[in-house]
């Protein structure tokens, strides 16, 4: 119900900015009324948050690793969420994740969220 898009192979120190919109078939504004987040998971790690937006963008949180480098948007009139990746690193090679939570509030656990994308790819090399 989730749709990822703007990942892909960029070299440490680049940029890249995911895009997540709603493909449609989720009932109701999904993307427009509820907080949203963005996880990732590399190989053999468990899947964890990145950064989570609430309803009107209001409040934004982001896991320690990526603050001051991921900002986390989002355009209700569009029914996306973006997150900017600037000064990219090699560890943050993974599969890039939205997903919507249940409620309106922003949440960083994996269980409050109920829509997923299919994921997107992002490589960093060094």
């Known amino acids: 119900q989730l749709v990822e898009s703007g990942g892909g192979l960029v070299q440490a120190g680049g940029s890249l900015r995911l895009s997540c919109a709603d493909s449609?078939?989720?009932?109701?504004?999904?993307?427009?009324?509820?907080?949203m987040g963005w996880f990732r998971q590399a190989p053999g790690k468990e899947r964890e948050i990145v950064a989570a937006i609430n309803w009107n963008g209001g409040s934004t949180t982001y896991t320690d690793s990526v603050k001051g480098r991921f900002t986390i948007s989002r355009d209700r009139s569009k029914n996306t969420v973006y997150l900017q990746m600037d000064r990219l690193k090699p560890e943050d090679t993974a599969v890039y994740y939205c997903?919507?939570?249940?409620?309106?509030?922003?949440?960083?656990?994996?269980?409050?969220?109920?829509?997923w994308g299919q994921g997107s790819q992002v490589t960093v090399s060094s």
């Open positions: 449609g078939r989720t009932s109701g504004r999904i993307i427009s009324n509820n907080g």
């Open positions: 997903a919507a939570g249940r409620g309106s509030l922003a949440s960083t656990q994996v269980t409050s969220h109920v829509y």
